[in-house]
């Protein structure tokens, strides 16, 4: 996996294309369903015009009814009912006229029933004062009546062409709804899937996004263990071991506690390299690592922090012979051969060793180091695979 990561393009545009298109799906939605809802309140408006037409020719059917119930009768009750059915009309009619706006074809139908309907009361009109002055059988009284009565003929035929006209608008409207509707479905569907698909993206991307943290972070821990440790034996290194021990040395100036350093140096590593090879020599330091840390306690910090150079920072000790101890086993422990030459002869190394003692010998870190490694030159010069403590 690539240690580089695109901040704008694995961070920010996937979700922002995500976002863009989730926008673009749900305005289409939100125009949908308004106009789903414009054409719904058409229907609506369609069929309160319908039902007012079809109350505007009860209307005038009781009017008719109600001018020959009083040509024939003469009572009176009659001719409220129709003088109540002429208001109710004009009502009726204005109503229908404010649907104009909204089903316009319907305009030239309203203007010729308005007229037909203004004729049919002025021949009513006629017809009461016939009856009035003349009586019920008069000629002229059955001419009106003959003439309403072509008039409400038209009337019926005017109102059926404006329900025609009104059913094929609110079976076009039905269309649109279904269309709309249908729409609506696909739209769902469509965003459900999509939303389906970026969640499983989403999820995709967060574990990419997870596998590639935990590869860096495992790189990081990586390139931080190999600044702090030796790649040949695996040791802390010379960097590792001075912030060891300068929190070593801290800690015990707190708690009035000793610090033990021994510093140790390899006898005749040199002249495994040079007679049989660097191969060799790491199998050698390699060998002499595993048997100085089965001598070791648990506290003890070993590092490597030269070519044969290795320190061993001891804690928790009352005195110095327990440091002497300790050293006795490390140099018992490479008493025998490291490895067999190819003429079968056994190539041994011996150890000497430097001893310090914080703050005992010195005060510092520093000075630890150098006092130890000045024990560690005299147990060499004078002899060899031996320790020396400090004398200052």
């Known amino acids: 996996m690539s240690g580089n990561l695109n901040y704008k393009q694995h961070i920010i545009l996937p979700p922002a294309i995500a976002a863009i ?69 004009d009502s009726l009619l204005n109503q229908l006229k404010s649907h104009q706006t909204e089903i ?42 003959n003439n ?14 404006l329900d025609l006209i009104m059913q094929n608008e609110s079976d076009k409207v039905d ?17 459900v899937l999509l939303m389906s698909m970026i969640l499983i993206i989403n999820y995709k991307r967060t574990v990419w996004l997870f596998e590639h943290a935990s590869s860096i972070e495992e790189l990081a821990e990586q390139f931080g263990h190999l600044a702090l440790h030796d790649t040949l034996t695996k040791l802390p290194n010379r960097r590792n071991f001075e912030q060891y021990l300068k929190q070593a040395i801290s800690q015990a100036g707190r708690s009035k506690q000793k610090v033990g350093l021994l510093y140790m140096d390899l006898d005749g590593f040199k002249l495994i390299n040079d007679q049989y090879g660097h191969d060799a020599g790491d199998k050698a330091l390699i060998t002499a690592v595993e048997r100085i840390n089965k001598t070791l306690r648990d506290s003890d910090f070993f590092a490597r922090i030269g070519g044969d150079e290795f320190v061993l920072v001891a804690n928790h000790f ?39 003692i914080y703050p005992d010998h010195v005060k510092s870190a520093k000075t630890l180091i150098t006092a130890a490694d000045q024990a560690m030159y005299e147990a060499k010069t004078s002899g060899k695979n031996q320790a020396h403590f400090y004398h200052s």
């Open 104 to 145: 316009p074809e319907i305009a030239p139908l309203l203007v010729r029933l308005d007229t037909l309907i203004k004729n049919k009361f002025g021949v009513g009109q006629v017809a009461l004062q016939i009856q009035l002055s003349a009586g019920s059988y008069a000629p002229h009284l059955r001419m009106a009546t």
């Open 318 to 356: 009352h005195d110095k012979n327990e440091l002497q101890v300790i050293a006795n086993r490390i140099i018992e422990a490479l008493n025998q051969a490291v490895f067999d030459n190819p003429a079968d002869k056994q190539v041994f190394m011996g150890i000497s060793i430097g001893i310090a």
């Open 148 to 161: 309403n009565k072509l008039i409400m003929d038209k009337i019926r035929m005017e109102i059926r062409s």
């Open 175 to 191: 269309r649109l709804l279904a269309e709309t509707l249908n729409q609506l479905k696909v739209l769902s569907l469509a965003i």
């Open 21 to 89: 298109v989730l926008i673009i799906a749900m305005s289409w939605v939100f125009f949908s369903a308004h106009h789903l809802l414009e054409s719904a309140q058409r229907k609506v408006q369609i069929s309160d015009a319908k039902y007012e037409a079809v109350k505007l020719l009860n209307s005038l059917i009781t009017a008719e009814n109600s001018l020959r119930g009083y040509l024939l009768t003469g009572n009176v009750e009659f001719l409220d009912t129709y003088n109540q059915s002429a208001i109710q009309n």
